[in-house]
């Protein structure tokens, strides 16, 4: 699932070993945006822009391929009885299992929106049709509700159990488990970064001028100001966090949201970074590197890879890295 968890703090797994060798290069036929989803015996599950979900064994051999019936930008979800979940900006959500289809829902515009996953085999996605959309194991409609404006970002769950998503212009929606609209906060511009909610209920916001942290309707600080941010913000176990900005820095910030430390990558983030277990930050950046930077802010490893990085990297149990790129490949390292 996008982010690792239904708190989309991009924590992982595992630690990954520093240096890693690379497994694979499996390529697609067209240029991968989305972030793999990593099965728990390792398998990559991964979405291109030509329209097919790919699953992808731990050694790089397909192990099935889907077809739709449109370009594919949001990362799929694997649910607990192992079906794939994808909606595309062909107006569908697709649920796959072994390379064939379950069931298919009409989302009524096209989805940038990357699905949530309940333990109970439900789904929570957003679309273009300016409403969030709830949808039962089976495929049967729980809820859709109005978010007052397009939503390409991906619904979280707060500790509250409440769904809360980043809209293109009418703030942040919070929706009960039932599809009651429980608040609205209010941001005058697009908010397409999907919300991190930290151990202590906050929530982070990536906008257009630096981080936020919001708990309850009310904004705890501001930090990284003047930083465009499309990434998602990565939170450590300590509350402090990493993002990715448009002037090509990563900003670490700490849990108050002051700035301590900025790398300087050769381009523009919009990646959201994985953070390991041992705190250390993986994050693509559209100079086509991908970036190990630990807790104090030091690069402890980079790789070139063969295009532009927009994909979200994603840890595995077993220290595995699974990133996409636009050179149409998904990269493995382990």
């Not at 309940?118 to 709830?134: C, N």
């Not at 930083?227 to 998602?232: E, G, Q, R």
């Not at 890879?305 to 990133?323: E, K, R």
Request: a neutral charge; aromatic letters at 8%; proline letters at 6%.
């Amino acid at each position: 699932m996008f982010r690792g968890n239904a708190q989309r703090t991009g924590l992982g797994l595992s630690t990954p070993r520093i240096p890693p060798r690379l497994q694979f290069r499996f390529g697609t036929a067209g240029e991968v945006w989305a972030s793999p989803a990593l099965g728990p015996d390792s398998s990559v599950y991964a979405t291109s822009l030509d329209g097919r979900v790919y699953a992808i064994s731990p050694e790089g051999r397909p192990l099935w391929i889907y077809a739709t019936r449109g370009a594919l930008w949001a990362s799929p979800a694997i649910r607990p009885d192992g079906s794939v979940v994808v909606a595309g900006v062909d107006s569908h959500l697709y649920v796959i299992r072994e390379g064939a289809l379950l069931w298919e829902r009409d989302l009524d515009n096209c989805a940038f929106s990357s699905p949530l996953i309940m333990a109970d085999g439900s789904i929570v996605v957003g679309s273009g049709s300016h409403r969030l959309h709830a949808f039962a194991a089976d495929g049967s409609n729980l809820w859709s509700v109005s978010a007052g404006a397009a939503v390409d970002s991906s619904p979280s769950l707060d500790h509250a159990g409440h769904f809360v998503v980043g809209t293109r212009g009418a703030g942040v929606l919070v929706v009960t488990r039932d599809g009651g609209v429980v608040a609205r906060f209010r941001w005058p511009r697009p908010l397409s970064s999907t919300i991190a909610v930290r151990q202590d209920g906050s929530w982070l916001l990536g906008t257009a001028d630096g981080v936020l942290a919001v708990r309850e309707g009310r904004v705890l600080w501001h930090g990284a100001r003047g930083a465009d941010l499309v990434s998602s913000p990565g939170i450590l176990p300590d509350g402090s966090l990493v993002v990715g900005a448009k002037d090509g820095q990563v900003y670490g910030l700490d849990a108050s949201g002051s700035t301590r430390w900025q790398v300087r990558t050769g381009g523009p983030i919009t990646s959201s970074p994985a953070i390991a277990r041992d705190g250390t930050a993986w994050i693509g950046s559209n100079d086509g590197k991908l970036y190990a930077i630990d807790v104090d802010g030091n690069v402890v490893w980079s790789t070139q890879l063969g295009g532009p990085i927009h994909s979200s990297p994603a840890i595995g149990v077993d220290g595995t890295i699974a990133v996409g790129s636009r050179d149409g490949a998904i990269y493995v390292f382990r």
